[in-house]
């Protein structure tokens, strides 16, 4: 599914601009801990700020390689044919969405591929995302990027997470403090001061999100998430396991932290129904997300979700419950949730090329200020 945003269309005289400014249009492409499909999207940035959208599109991946990905996770099987799988799918969402924008590779500077996340434990100095840079970079004839997260980890950070830079950036003069509620399989929050920089940025993983709901949804009705919530609303939490929960030492750990997308694996509601379990695990959720509110400065004016979990209402509705604030999809400030990711390793792609940071202190732990990233050139296949 294409989405259109406003694009404007360069005349010559506006692409020499461009040019002289430092801008360039670059893609972003993301594969999340949900398995759902690649997300792509366009802009145009310096490293600094964006001037510009173009279309972004969501190419879903069918049930039977979501479920060769799931069989990735955690490194222990063979990863070689669905790496390659993994890269074609991203070389013809690219092409897609150069289709959509009426673009030739030629146009774009850069794509950010952040491959698909099987395994991420930054306390071993370990993370790994799949997908082949160079055999992109063949198939579009577009430079790419990749590999966000290793230097990171390399030098004791967590990895994760990266969007806030591009949350900072979209954040303009918003009301603060603001926080950014990323609902994918895992929870992370952008905690965004009243600072001018990138200094005044915490960022931490709050604990699992739909990763925990999808996978019980698919075991009891065969489909890969709780569609609009229905079996979470038909279902009554567990107080008591929830409380248990929640005594995880998880989330006493100091911030930055980050989660791997099966850490609370061993947390499925088992001996519950089916509309029980949902329950649970989405006031479970919520719940973890109000947890966070220990370790942010001063409570969010207001809290702006992006990712799969805003399509939730019962999860939306149990944010506000906890959280006991204006709990809105990013849509109400004209950002696109589901292009958000995408768009921001579009934005360290090109921050990357330049040797700006990605990481920082109050994101992911590191010492400084970090760029990170690895380019591989592109040659017409």
């Not at 759902?36 to 190419?59: C, E, M, N, Q, W």
């Not at 591009?166 to 918003?174: C, F, Q, S, T, V």
């Not at 849509?331 to 934005?347: I, R, S």
Request: glycine share 12%; with cysteine.
């Amino acid at each position: 599914m294409v989405r259109a945003t406003p694009a404007a269309t360069q005349t010559a005289d506006s692409q020499r601009e461009t040019a002289e400014s430092g801008e360039i249009w670059a893609i972003g492409l993301m594969s999340g801990t949900s398995c759902d499909g690649v997300d792509a999207a366009l802009i145009r940035s310096d490293g600094h700020r964006i001037t510009a959208f173009g279309p972004a599109l969501t190419l879903p991946y069918d049930d039977a390689f979501r479920a060769e990905i799931r069989r990735c996770l955690g490194g222990k099987e063979s990863i070689a044919e669905v790496e390659r799988e993994l890269t074609e799918r991203h070389a013809a969402a690219v092409q897609m969405l150069l289709r959509s924008a009426g673009r030739s590779a030629q146009e774009i500077g850069l794509v950010g591929f952040h491959g698909q996340t099987i395994l991420h434990e930054p306390d071993k100095r370990r993370t790994w995302q799949i997908g082949d840079g160079a055999l992109l970079a063949r198939r579009t004839g577009i430079d790419v990027i990749n590999d966000f997260r290793s230097a990171d980890v390399a030098a004791g950070g967590q990895g994760a997470p990266l969007a806030p830079i591009l949350h900072h950036a979209l954040a303009g003069d918003l009301e603060r403090p603001l926080a950014v509620l990323n609902l994918g399989g895992v929870g992370n929050v952008t905690w965004i001061g009243d600072g001018a920089d990138q200094v005044d940025l915490i960022a931490f993983d709050t604990g699992p999100a739909n990763a925990l709901i999808d996978d019980w949804a698919l075991r009891h009705t065969g489909k890969a998430v709780d569609h609009g919530g229905a079996l979470a609303q038909a279902g009554q939490v567990d107080r008591e396991r929830l409380a248990a929960w929640l005594a995880h030492p998880y989330f006493s750990l100091p911030v930055p932290k980050s989660l791997d997308r099966d850490a609370f694996q061993a947390f499925m509601p088992e001996g519950l129904s089916p509309a029980d379990g949902a329950a649970t695990l989405t006031a479970f959720t919520a719940a973890t997300v109000a947890e966070a509110l220990r370790w942010l400065p001063q409570p969010p004016k207001r809290w702006l979700v992006t990712g799969g979990g805003r399509h939730n209402p019962v999860l939306m509705v149990g944010l506000r419950d906890y959280l006991k604030a204006s709990v809105e999809p990013v849509e109400a400030v004209g950002w696109d949730g589901d292009a958000l990711e995408a768009q921001a390793f579009a934005f360290m792609a090109i921050r990357a090329k330049a040797g700006l940071p990605i990481s920082f202190p109050g994101t992911t732990g590191v010492k400084q200020p970090l760029t990170g990233g690895k380019l591989h050139r592109s040659t017409v296949s």
